[in-house]
C-alpha cells in the first residue's frame, strides 16, 4: 500500500511562514490536496492538485510537489490558522492521507 | 449553498449493520462522484471507499480495510447516497464523513465535505 508521511507537529510564531511536508515515494508525480481541520469540525479543502486555492481560501495558503515531497506554506501565519493539516494524494484509484501534522501558532 | 449531510449514525453492537446516508444540497448530485471518509477517535482520516458519477458507470472503490463488508450506492433519481455498513467491526467507531469528489483532468479533489455522522461499534 502507499504511504504518505507527515511529521506530526509542526509549530510556528504569528507572522511568521509555516511548511508542512508530506512526503511518499515518487508524490511529484501524483497530485496532492491539503485539508485544515480545526477541532470539532470537518476538514476544508485549502490546496488541490498541488497548488491551487479553492476560492475563499486566502492567498497566504501555497503548495508545491516534486520529487518525493509536497509542501504546504502557510505565510504571515495568523493564529486562526492553528489546526491538524492532512495530505491527500490517489493510488491506482485509492484515496490516501497522510496521518495529519497538528500545527501550533505560538 | 452547497453542502453534504450525513445521517444514520448511532450505536451498534459488533457483527451488525447500518446503513449511512448522504444528502446534497446547492449542487447537481448526479454530477458528481462522492466519497467516504472516516475518522476515528482522535485519530486522523481515513479514506473508506468512493463512488464515481453515471458517465462513469458508477463504479465504486474501497479500502482494503472495508472491502466485503462495506458497500456504496447512489440513487440520482433521490439525489442520495448510502453507505451500507455489514459485519461491523469495534475497529469502525468513526465519524463518517460524505464528500464531493469534483474532477479536473482526469484527478479528483475532495472539495466539499458534510458534517459528519458518528457511528459507535460496542
Given at each position: 500500500?502507499y ?7 509542526v ?5 511568521q511562514?509555516?511548511?508542512i ?15 485544515q481541520?480545526k477541532p470539532g469540525q470537518?476538514?476544508?479543502l485549502?490546496?488541490?492538485?498541488d ?5 475563499g481560501i ?7 510537489n516534486?520529487?518525493n ?5 502557510i505565510?504571515?501565519t495568523q ?5 491538524d493539516?492532512?495530505?491527500?494524494a ?6 490516501v492521507?497522510?496521518g495529519?501534522?497538528?500545527l501550533?501558532?505560538? | 449553498?452547497?453542502?453534504l449531510v450525513?445521517s ?14 448522504c444528502t ?7 454530477d458528481?462522484?462522492?466519497s467516504w471518509?472516516r475518522?476515528?477517535p482522535?485519530k486522523?482520516?481515513?479514506w473508506?471507499?468512493?463512488?464515481r458519477?453515471k458517465p462513469?458507470?458508477?463504479?465504486t472503490?474501497y ?8 458497500i456504496i450506492?447512489?440513487d ?7 453507505l451500507?455498513m455489514?459485519?461491523?467491526?469495534t ?5 463518517y ?5 469534483t474532477?479536473?483532468?482526469y484527478?479528483?479533489?475532495m472539495d ?9 461499534v460496542?
Amino acid at each position: 500500500s502507499y504511504d504518505l508521511t507527515h511529521p506530526p507537529s509542526v509549530s510556528v510564531s504569528p507572522g511568521q511562514t509555516a511548511s508542512i511536508t508530506c512526503s511518499g515515494d515518487n508524490l511529484g508525480d501524483k497530485f496532492v490536496s491539503w485539508f485544515q481541520q480545526k477541532p470539532g469540525q470537518s476538514p476544508l479543502l485549502v490546496i488541490y492538485q498541488d497548488l491551487k486555492r479553492p476560492s475563499g481560501i486566502p492567498e497566504r495558503f501555497s503548495g508545491s510537489n516534486s520529487g518525493n515531497t509536497a509542501t504546504l506554506t502557510i505565510s504571515e501565519t495568523q493564529a486562526l490558522d492553528e489546526a491538524d493539516y492532512y495530505c491527500q494524494a490517489w493510488d491506482s484509484s485509492t484515496a490516501v492521507f497522510g496521518g495529519g501534522t497538528k500545527l501550533t501558532v505560538l | 449553498e452547497v453542502q453534504l449531510v450525513e445521517s444514520g449514525g448511532g450505536l451498534v453492537q459488533p457483527g451488525r449493520s447500518l446503513r449511512l446516508s448522504c444528502t446534497p444540497s446547492g449542487f447537481t448530485f448526479a454530477d458528481y462522484s462522492l466519497s467516504w471518509v472516516r475518522q476515528a477517535p482522535g485519530k486522523g482520516l481515513e479514506w473508506v471507499g468512493f463512488i464515481r458519477n453515471k458517465p462513469y458507470g458508477g463504479a465504486t472503490e474501497y479500502a482494503a480495510s472495508v472491502k466485503g463488508r462495506f458497500i456504496i450506492s447512489r440513487d440520482d433519481s433521490k439525489s442520495i447516497a448510502y453507505l451500507q455498513m455489514d459485519s461491523l467491526k469495534t475497529e469502525d467507531t468513526a465519524v463518517y464523513y460524505c464528500t464531493r469528489m469534483t474532477e479536473l483532468n482526469y484527478n479528483y479533489y475532495m472539495d466539499v465535505w458534510g458534517k459528519g455522522t458518528t457511528v459507535t461499534v460496542s
